[in-house]
């Protein structure tokens, strides 16, 4: 009697552990998976970034297209970054002011940035979400804080893609910014 409920509590014992390493593992690839997918966003951003640099492309384009002259930059980290120094040079359009949502020691030397949720934000005619992680979340969170418009710099890039027509023959990225899936990312 004893060794059989001792082989029953050693089966048990073994699929509870099997099952616990299984749902570990199971979180550490989907974590994996989802920070491969950013960082392959990332790239794939930048490089239309670049190309559209090859091209002679700007930034200034698209916001005197959209009646734009003052803007806000959401998510001063590399792209954020990237991008102000882009607008430096540019004579119809100025970047007001950085916002942060949740990369809380985020600080520029020429540029104020401010807590989303925390500090009220100045008027600006629009502010770009330079993040490529969350879109999704840091609009909803924007949109509380801010009435004027809210744009995203894959949105702006998409659009000189189009303007300039750079075509995939051309360099561009096949179905970028959709990654060919279709869907509306959150990444």
């Known amino acids: 009697m004893r060794r059989g409920t001792a082989i029953l509590a050693a089966a048990l014992g073994a699929a509870a552990g099997g099952a616990l390493v299984?749902?570990?593992?199971?979180e550490k690839y989907r974590t994996q998976k989802e920070e491969l997918a950013v960082a392959n966003w990332e790239r794939d951003l930048l490089y239309t970034w670049l190309l559209l640099e090859q091209k002679d492309a700007n930034f200034g384009e698209y916001f005197a297209a959209h009646g734009f002259h003052t803007i806000g930059i959401m998510g001063?980290?590399?792209?954020?970054?990237?991008?102000y120094e882009a607008l430096n040079g540019q004579e119809d359009v100025t970047a007001a002011y950085a916002v942060e949502l949740d990369n809380f020691s985020a600080v520029h030397e020429r540029l104020t940035v401010y807590r989303l949720g925390d500090d009220p934000l100045p008027e600006a005619d629009c502010v770009v979400i330079c993040d490529v992680a969350g879109i999704l979340e840091k609009q909803e969170a924007l949109r509380k804080e801010f009435k004027g418009e809210i744009v995203t710099l894959?949105?702006?890039l998409a659009w000189l893609l189009e303007k300039h027509q750079i075509?995939?023959?051309d360099g561009a990225i096949k179905d970028w910014p959709a990654g060919g899936s279709g869907k509306k990312r959150n990444t």
């Open 167 to 169: 075509k995939p023959w």
């Open 76 to 83: 001063m980290n590399q792209e954020g970054r990237r991008f």
């Open 22 to 26: 299984k749902k570990v593992w199971l």
């Open 154 to 156: 894959t949105a702006v």
